[in-house]
């Protein structure tokens, strides 16, 4: 995992934390004054979950992590948890000392879901544990509290399947339909891109098609065949759009991108590009090669290298 999907995160976790400290530690010091008593526990759940919108389940268990209450629930008890053993759960392997831990997620048992749970220490006037309230939540019904998350824009490289790798030097380019006219296919796609809305491309040299995603409809794909990237009235079919201007690619770079994308498919006869891709508004372009390792990088940077950088040719 990257760093900075690492950080963010972090973040989000810092900030659900913020939202569960102060009542969790609230619903604590209420549950030591009923401890041990099934019934009055599950009235004090039952009232803190209606303060607690995102929570899915609250539920107290002993130091031992056999349950000693219901699961309580926003629609109600749920009593066939009473007495069940959570040891082995994720979140029971880290149990805090002092306030709560927010466990990592998981998917859990029953609905199969990527889900989070919070384990609050429970402990007595004289400091003696007592047990832990655990909060279980959804993550599809937490709210948002991080910013989107911005994919870094420096070189990436991926290594792929080790047994394609270990075969390199056994496989040799073969021409496909694509190699053979690609001339014709980068007038086609420069068009598209600079002129027809086309804002990301994936070329793929090997199987001889592309996939273009258009501004106008950007949740939907097209496949286009080597006879529709040859034949330049093709681009009819899409209308004219001018270049967006949010575009981090310069328009009149887009044939030296193509062009650069055509020389690592040529350049050498183990090691060759099979597929390539690029999206116009994040400036990213990606690689994959025989070898089956994978490139990505920002568009400039791309141009910027030359063969060694690659280790292709002579």
Same mark, same amino acid.
């Given at each position: 995992m990257s760093h900075?999907?690492?950080?963010?995160?972090?973040?989000?976790?810092?900030?659900?934390?913020?939202?569960?400290?102060?009542?969790?530690?609230? +619903?604590?010091?209420?549950?030591?004054?009923?401890?041990?008593?099934?019934?009055?526990?599950?009235?004090?759940?039952?009232?803190?979950?209606?303060?607690?919108?995102?929570?899915?389940?609250?539920?107290?268990?002993?130091?031992?992590?056999?349950?000693?209450?219901?699961?309580?629930?926003?629609?109600?008890?749920?009593?066939?948890?009473?007495?069940?053993?959570?040891?082995?759960?994720?979140?029971?392997?880290?149990?805090?000392?002092?306030?709560?831990?927010?466990?990592?997620?998981?998917?859990?048992? &029953?609905?199969?879901?990527?889900?989070?749970?919070?384990?609050?220490?429970?402990?007595?006037?004289?400091?003696?544990?007592?047990?832990?309230?655990g909060a279980d939540?959804?993550?599809?019904?937490?709210?948002?509290?991080?910013?989107?998350?911005?994919?870094?824009?420096?070189?990436?490289?991926?290594?792929?399947?080790?047994?394609?790798?270990?075969?390199?030097?056994?496989?040799?380019?073969?021409?496909?339909?694509?190699?053979?006219?690609?001339?014709?296919?980068?007038?086609?796609?420069?068009?598209?891109?600079?002129?027809?809305?086309?804002?990301?491309?994936?070329?793929?040299?090997?199987?001889?098609?592309?996939?273009?995603?258009?501004?106008?409809?950007?949740?939907?794909?097209?496949?286009?065949?080597?006879?529709?990237?040859?034949?330049?009235?093709?681009? +009819?079919?899409?209308?004219?759009?001018?270049?967006?201007?949010?575009?981090?690619?310069?328009?009149?770079?887009?044939?030296?991108?193509?062009?650069?994308?055509?020389? +690592? &498919?040529?350049?050498?006869?183990?090691?060759?590009?099979?597929?390539?891709?690029?999206?116009?508004?994040?400036?990213?372009?990606?690689l994959t090669f025989?070898?089956?390792?994978?490139?990505?990088?920002?568009?400039?940077?791309?141009?910027?290298?030359?063969?060694?950088?690659?280790?292709?040719?002579?």
């Amino acid at each position: 995992m990257s760093h900075p999907l690492q950080e963010s995160i972090v973040r989000q976790r810092d900030s659900l934390a913020a939202l569960l400290a102060a009542p969790l530690g609230e +619903l604590a010091r209420e549950c030591r004054h009923h401890w041990g008593d099934r019934g009055a526990l599950n009235r004090v759940l039952t009232e803190a979950i209606r303060h607690l919108p995102y929570c899915k389940f609250l539920y107290a268990v002993g130091p031992d992590c056999i349950q000693i209450s219901d699961n309580v629930s926003q629609q109600g008890l749920i009593t066939k948890d009473f007495d069940r053993d959570r040891a082995d759960r994720p979140y029971m392997q880290q149990l805090p000392e002092h306030g709560f831990e927010l466990s990592d997620a998981y998917v859990s048992l &029953r609905a199969r879901r990527p889900s989070l749970s919070a384990v609050q220490v429970v402990r007595a006037d004289n400091g003696t544990l007592l047990g832990y309230v655990g909060a279980d939540f959804d993550l599809r019904d937490l709210p948002m509290t991080a910013e989107l998350y911005e994919e870094p824009s420096h070189w990436r490289q991926m290594k792929g399947d080790p047994a394609i790798r270990g075969a390199v030097f056994a496989q040799s380019r073969v021409d496909s339909p694509m190699d053979r006219q690609l001339e014709a296919v980068q007038a086609v796609l420069e068009e598209l891109i600079g002129d027809h809305g086309v804002f990301h491309v994936n070329i793929h040299f090997s199987s001889s098609r592309a996939i273009v995603w258009l501004v106008d409809d950007p949740y939907r794909y097209r496949l286009l065949d080597v006879d529709a990237l040859t034949d330049p009235d093709m681009c +009819l079919a899409y209308p004219r759009r001018e270049y967006p201007v949010e575009a981090v690619v310069p328009a009149g770079r887009i044939r030296a991108l193509l062009d650069r994308f055509r020389r +690592l &498919r040529m350049l050498d006869e183990n090691i060759y590009l099979r597929s390539g891709s690029l999206n116009v508004f994040n400036g990213i372009v990606s690689l994959t090669f025989s070898c089956d390792g994978s490139h990505f990088m920002p568009w400039e940077e791309f141009l910027a290298t030359d063969d060694a950088f690659w280790g292709l040719g002579d």
